[in-house]
């Protein structure tokens, strides 16, 4: 079973920056398509973005134009860099295989953004 650690979180102001980043403890080369998910305080835990070995991308609408995903399976990490941060990323972020059973779901890194 693969383990998740999610880590890059903070406290960032609008408008500002971060780059999470999700080792896995086994080798992701056998997964086509990985992805972050995030949740909100009080709300159900939603899909943010993905990325397959071809290095597809695909994002949710909130996000898209603001947020990039890439994975580098050489270090079995995916990352998730975001840029124009809002109020409203503030959530705990979580990464994990988008089809198939999920693996165990990680503790998440937590991202604030507030003024």
């Known amino acids: 079973q693969v383990q998740l650690v999610e880590s890059g979180g903070g406290l960032v102001q609008p408008g500002g920056s971060l780059r999470l980043s999700c080792a896995a403890s086994?080798?992701?080369?056998?997964?086509?398509?990985m992805g972050w998910y995030r949740q909100a305080p009080g709300k159900q835990r939603e899909w943010v973005a993905s990325v397959t070995n071809g290095r597809s991308t695909n994002y949710a609408d909130s996000v898209k134009g603001r947020f990039t995903i890439t994975r580098d399976n050489a270090k079995n990490t995916v990352y998730l860099q975001m840029n124009s941060l809002k109020f409203e990323d503030t959530a705990v972020y979580y990464c994990n295989r988008v089809y198939g059973n999920w693996f165990d779901w990680g503790q998440g890194t937590q991202v604030t953004v507030s003024s």
């Open positions: 086994g080798s992701i080369v056998s997964i086509n398509v």
